[in-house]
Antibody, heavy 124, light 106 residues
Framework: QVQLQQSGPGLVKPSQTLSLTCDIS??????????WTWIRQSPSRGLEWLAK?????????DSADSLKSRIIINVDTSRNQFSLQLTSVTPEDTAVYYC??????????????WGQGTLVSVSS | DIQVTQSPSSLSASVGDRVTITCRAS??????LNWYRQKPGKGPEVLIY???NLQSGVPSRFSGRRSGTEFTLTISGLQPEDFATYYC?????????FGQGTRVEI
């Protein structure tokens, strides 16, 4: 059974960097069949896909165009975890952030395991 | 980006009722539409993937269908734990996009 455990601060000041980590148990971050994603949820924007990373002989990253200049995804294979950094945050980035696993289905994916969610507030 | 338009935004129902929620994609996404349930204060959990495949462990009262770019989630025999918010999500192409949600209330 895959479990995802998120960690990171719940309060970030405007213009600073939001950093969250997702620890994986029951699967490998280097699995060549799944993808690892970040999603956020806010009352104003609903559920919003942010980014994904995956290993297929090499590492690939993909992120939402609107956030591409501010998103950094890192993978630590030794700790079996992946992380999200969102730079230059504003109050608009206040949301509950989730990490999730994308399981394969005929070449595409569905989100079958989710982290517990982290409420991140951007405020001075 | 592919838009997924979900309706209704909310509905009232009773235990035992049959409920149907619809998502319409702005272009063809084949069968790559997934359904999630989100209980208050919790993260989403997958119910149906690829339009009509029941996720392991999910009760058979949940079912999904596709007709072109229109997808439906049906709950046959609403249970107390089903009073929640439901979302559809397309994974046909990046960026993955979600419907706006349907809140099922008593």
């Amino acid at each position: 059974q895959v479990q995802l455990q998120q960690s990171g601060p719940g309060l970030v000041k405007p213009s600073q960097t939001l950093s969250l980590t997702c620890d994986i148990s029951g699967d490998s971050v280097s699995s060549d069949s799944v993808v690892w994603t970040w999603i956020r949820q806010s009352p104003s924007r609903g559920l919003e896909w942010l980014a994904k990373t995956y290993f297929r002989s090499r590492w690939y990253n993909d992120s939402a165009d609107s956030l591409k200049s501010r998103i950094i995804i890192n993978v630590d294979t030794s700790r079996n975890q992946f992380s999200l950094q969102l730079t230059s945050v504003t109050p608009e980035d206040t949301a509950v952030y989730y990490c999730a696993r994308g399981a394969p289905t005929r070449g595409k994916y569905y989100l079958d395991s989710w982290g517990q969610g982290t409420l991140v507030s951007v405020s001075s | 980006d592919i838009q997924v338009t979900q309706s209704p935004s909310s509905l009232s129902a009773s235990v035992g009722d049959r409920v149907t929620i619809t998502c319409r994609a702005s272009q063809s996404i084949s069968t790559y539409l997934n359904w999630y349930r989100q209980k208050p204060g919790k993260g989403p959990e997958v119910l149906i993937y690829s339009a009509s495949n029941l996720q392991s462990g999910v009760p058979s009262r949940f079912s999904g269908r596709r007709s072109g770019t229109e997808f439906t989630l049906t709950i046959s025999g609403l249970q107390p734990e089903d009073f929640a918010t439901y979302y559809c999500q397309q994974s046909y192409t990046s960026p993955w996009t979600f419907g706006q949600g349907t809140r099922v209330e008593i």
